[in-house]
């Protein structure tokens, strides 16, 4: 990838990077790290008349919220002459939701079949909505569509606006995950953020292509990867230097032979003129299959658990951002679809079918 695309995907992503930065720090709801010598709780602090089970909840809320970002000690109450105290707040039912809502979630070690088709059928529809609408009204749906994922990951966890996790388990269910409602980012954002990127980056059907390989090898390799990870040869461990890191080769196979027959359908059918497909039938079962592989190998890189930036930069509180297949994936898979066209002569402006694969 040339230099000019990265400065582009640097420019792209910066505003909601700045903005999420100075969230972190300034909004006024944005919960705040103690320091340690003062995130000693006593009970006196506790309301006379609050039950046990009501500050225990309290008490594991405002850990977890602790966890995400912020940091000013509370000023000590003025009737305690005790130097290590600090007001524990009170949360509504609203804001400790999130709570309950994990425990019903399933960890990332789950197969969770919900999410992979949640995953696959959102990835055909964005694929179908790069496709079907002009880019220039295709683009900055997406970045509104972002802006507002970016907006709820940064409020959901803060005091006022639990509904927030509410409101996202009631329309995704069990295709979250526990980690998803105990601090981190969803992977919508990152999800949004990979298309977003992509379809301002490469041609349409590139970017197209790269998104529908996010559809289907990302879940595709975690579904064969799970599978077969008792086969102790295919893992990759740590031996990588932390590239792919429990992660295994059978899955990227997996996720890669399981593209091909989608890929080779798309390409089969484009509109390829009177000339027909350059190469024949041997170049279109190379791209298909390069192209398959280029997007499980993507998904095959990004360690698990997840790479995640400092809780500060140069002294700057930053939100938990990480590093996710979801957007690399579409990336890189648009990415190599442009250097494989080249590979094989193919024309950079190939339209795809009407509906893609009829």
Known sequence: MKLSSFCSIGILTSPWLVVATVAAVNFPFAPRVLPRHTSRVYSSSLDANRNTAAAAKDALAYTLMQQRGGSTAATPSANNNEDFTNQLPTFSDSDNEHIEIAKKLKN??????????????????????????????????????????????????????????????????????????????????????????????????????????????????????????????????????????????????GGALFCFPFNYRVFKIAKWGAAGIPGGNASLITVSLLLGMAGAFADLAVPTPALVMPKKVLGVPVPPFHVDDNFVVPIFSGWACTKIFDLVGWDQGLKLAEHIIM
């Not at 009631?170 to 999800?191: D, I, N, P, Q, V």
């Open 108 to 253: 990332r070690n789950a197969t969770n079949l919900s999410r992979k088709v949640t995953h696959a059928a959102f990835g055909i529809f964005f694929a179908c909505l790069n496709q079907f609408i002009p880019r220039a009204k295709f683009l900055p749906l997406m970045c509104g569509i972002t802006a507002a994922s970016l907006t709820v990951e940064l409020l959901r966890y803060r005091k006022g606006f639990g509904w927030m996790n509410s409101a996202l388990h009631f329309f995704l269910g069990g295709a979250l995950r526990k980690h998803e409602m105990e601090g981190k980012f969803t992977g919508s954002f990152y999800y949004f953020l990979g298309v977003t990127v992509s379809a301002y980056l490469f041609p349409q059907t590139a970017a197209t292509m790269g998104i529908c390989q996010l559809a289907l090898a990302d879940p595709s390799a975690s579904f064969f990867g799970r599978r077969t990870r008792h086969i102790y040869w295919s893992r990759i461990e740590g031996q990588l230097g932390g590239i792919g890191r429990n992660k295994g080769l059978l899955g990227f196979l």
